[in-house]
């Protein structure tokens, strides 16, 4: 297990008097501090790890989160801000002696601007709810974490949360235009806006995937983009994991960049299969679920090449989707892939490395490999035009020996991803399940440097604090004084 | 500008010579090729360290849609090896050796500390979005890496971001991981003639706002002639297959014929006017003029050329649905506060893109930062370059 740092004992001794200079923040309903209440947030998506905090506030205004922030910066308060907490790495984990703010009463749409194709939102607006806005008139925002129905933009931006479309469209750092930030002295700070690029650093790119690390989020102003006229799959199954990483090389060879193209191994197949009953072939080792869009004729002949490149490469069955109907039922099983694995399975892990692409083979071999040496078993699902691999490793959480050799098999997993040229994590962020693990892609130095910079945002440390970085370096980095020359 | 140059041609050596320089206290000028000395501030140090020795593709991998190069590799180097490929630079970063007078052409290195991107950045994002993986020398020395060379990469913060567009003041770059794209097929272009600047945005804003993924919207001002356009002109490109370029076009063309005549231009036509879109030479800056890009949100272009029209005579080119404004004028300080008054007026930015070296030196050729921000950048300053040696001064006096 991942240790928490120990809490402030002069923290833990003030709460009452913390949660009454809060009450007269944020009045009302929006300072939670009951312990059967705080239950709801002493996890987020990572739920082996579970610590209720100080207390929780739920501010429902930029203001608000500023005099909290200006609160707690005062008084030495550690702050972990929180989302929707789906987090699937612990980013909105608690500490016990830390004030979570809860941006989900942030959840006012402000403007849509159809000229500007942009749209202002709280941070608490949930990621498919700006597409919900904006649908009618035939636009969509186009990051799609499989979470979108409850994540939150804010956690989308703490986190730049990609999605099954991003080959083409991007991940949340490519979709955004500006935010309004909180420091932690609790200074309110409008960085970028409603145009294209900075004159002068990049902050927005700098925050955007900071993890909480550097400050908060509490408005955001996404791209929005017109809907494609339409979008159709197709399903192709081969007998070699091999045999269909060479196809998807072969499509992207090709020029074809499809809108997604989704990778299923033989266990994943299965499970999805039993659940979804869509129609997937259990003889197949591997299969690619491949999306174009455009208008009807566009998508024949787009998926006409697809077909026939996937052709010279002995698949099992090709099945090209002739209606939306059709196209929906191969994406259904992938759809429910983790719920399908949750069904067999009491519960799973989900992996998020990337690799490059060529070495997939390799990798899902290993991965074959370490699985039967912790006697695990492992369903992969894969991004297979980006490189990021989302093995799901089977376990049992009651059983603390399970646990223990699940947390290890995935370390391994994301050791070797770095190993062969990939990195950690592809979109769901360090958080606190991958912070000590940082030292295996980066370097002592490196590290110190991506800490001073946190540094220069949060001196004091108080911002998410245990998440990123390994618990040895919390804190300032050492100055950087010139190495001899 | 600095007397004396240092060209290293390892990493090694580039991060001895900035140990060096940190322990002396000696401030060093960073660039590639220098073919942008002429953007943003003058920097006063009396040597400069220069990448451009640092040359080579380092990995190149189709399938994978990745390419590396050090820092130092000619821009048109890289073109080449991709071409090869089928394959282009997303970003499609001008080529500013017109605009500059340079002789040599930009390094990667170059084109990437100042996050230039050229007229598919309206659909295909900008260099910032393309860059997978870093290698720099922070101003201690130390050679740090962030990033990788895979697609999708959240590990620890995105300095890879923070080092783009960061004119060599906050790193030295030397070495550089690029998404890259297969080159379209085939191209074409939709032009109208437009009564002025504001139907011309609205033309483009229905291209962009279509799901027929236009690539390209510009508006020229004064037309084109030597292509045949004459007038205020909409222009809007699609790049695609053959078939969905016909076809996109033919729609385009339907959705704006209510606006005018729209006119179809071939691929090489277009192809040929959007070089001069992208290289911004359509802007036809005299020699000893100043050159502004100002971005602001689309439809406040027509508003911001009306306001540099109103100001002294000024040239324009709107790139970006209108949200790029090309500016060109006096090199003077009256014109330049005409320029920012309408940035801000718009709701953008501007950056003092070229211009004389006393104008630059006397003049924020960036936009201010408000004080919470400055103060955190005074930090970040800091945390990579402790001792102010990379390019003091270059976009701010005394940062």
Redesign the interface.
Known sequence: MIALPPPKPEILARRDAIVAALRAIVPGEGVISAPLELKPYETDGLTAYRQPPLAVVLPTSTEQVAAVMRYCHANGIRVVPRGAGTSLSGGALPLADAVVIGLMRMNRILEV??????AVVEAGVTNLGITAAVAER??FYAPDPSSQLACMIGGNVM??S?GAH??KY??T??NLLGVKFV?V?G?V???G??????????????I???EG?LGIVTEVTVRIL????GARAMLAAFRSIEVAGAAV??I??????PVALEFMDRPCIHACEAFAHAGYPLDAEAMLIIEVE??E??QD??LGRIREICGRFDPISLRVAQTAEESAAIWKGRKGAFGAVGRISPDYLCMDG?????ELPRVLGRIAEMSRAYGLQVANVF?A????LHPLILFDANDPESTRKAEAFGADILRLCVEV??????????GVE?RDL?GV???P???A??R??????D?DWLLNPSK?FPLEGEGAAP??????? | MSAALLAPDSEEEVARAVAAAAAAGEPLAIEGNGTKRALLRPVQAARTLSTRNLRGITLYRPQELILSARAGTPLPEIEAALAEHGQHLIAEPPDTRALFGAELPATLGGVVAANLSGPRRIAWGAMRDHVLGVRFVNGAGEVIRSGGRVLKNVTGLDLCKLLTGSYGTLGVLTEITLKVLPAPEATGSVALRVPDLATGVRALAAGLGSPFGPTGAALLPEGAPAFGLEGTTALLRIEDFAPSVAYRLDRLRALLAPLGAPRLLDAETSRALWRLVREASLLGAAAGEAIWRVSVPPTAGPAVAAALRGAFAARLLLDWGGGLVWVAGPATEAAHAAVTAAARAGGGVWTLFRAPEPLRAAVAVLPGEPPPLAAIAARVKAALDPKGVLNPGRMRAGA
């Open positions: 601007d159809y000229d500007n194709r942009l035939g636009f986190m730049n990609g991003c080959l991007g991940v750092a490519n420091t002295e200074e700070v409008e960085i806006g409603r145009h294209l690029d900075a004159a002068g650093y990049d902050w927005l790119g700098l955007t995937g900071s690390q017109p809907s494609p006229e090389a072969a992207i060879g090709s020029g074809i960049i455009g208008s004729a566009e002949m787009l990337t690799i490059p692409t060529s991004h035009g980006d490189g990021n040229g990939g990195c950690l994590t592809g979109e769901h962020g360090v991958k940082m892609q980066f370097l130095h490196e590290l440097q991506q001073r910079i946190k540094g220069a945002f001196p990123v100055a950087l004084t010139a190495r001899a020359a």
